[in-house]
């Protein structure tokens, strides 16, 4: 069982930049493929980026290439999303989970964090 917990969420201006972040407990990342999410209201859950077990692959939505950086630190076994040159429609809860290798579904997830970007 894998147990996560986001933070770093909040209020930022239109260009500005937050590190979420995206602690783990029960066991380590390092065997897990991550992935970030985010749910703005109305709207459905949708992918933002990804990151392999072994740092090796990433993939990010297209609306955040080149200004959402996700990356992890296993001996903190935290995995992060450093998102700069924030716009509006950025706002959301966001979201972390967990991928077992080779499975298509992520099994877990954590509770969200809030992020608001204001004009």
């Known amino acids: 069982q894998v147990h996560l917990v986001e933070s770093g969420g909040g209020l930022v201006q239109a260009g500005g930049s937050l590190r979420l972040s995206c602690a783990a407990s029960?066991?380590?990342?390092?065997?897990?493929?991550m992935g970030w999410f985010r749910q703005a209201p109305g709207k459905e859950r949708e992918f933002v980026a990804f990151?392999?077990?072994?740092?090796?692959?990433?993939a990010y939505a297209d609306f955040v290439k080149g200004r959402f950086t996700i990356s992890r630190d296993n001996a903190k076994n935290t995995v992060y999303l450093q998102m700069n040159s924030l716009k509006p429609e950025d706002t959301a809860v966001y979201y972390c989970?967990?991928?077992?290798?080779?499975?298509?579904?992520?099994?877990?997830w954590g509770q969200g964090t809030q992020v608001t970007v204001s004009s």
């Open positions: 989970a967990a991928r077992i290798i080779a499975k298509d579904e992520y099994s877990y």
């Open positions: 029960g066991r380590t990342l390092n065997s897990y493929d």
């Open positions: 990151l392999s077990w072994s740092g090796g692959s990433t």
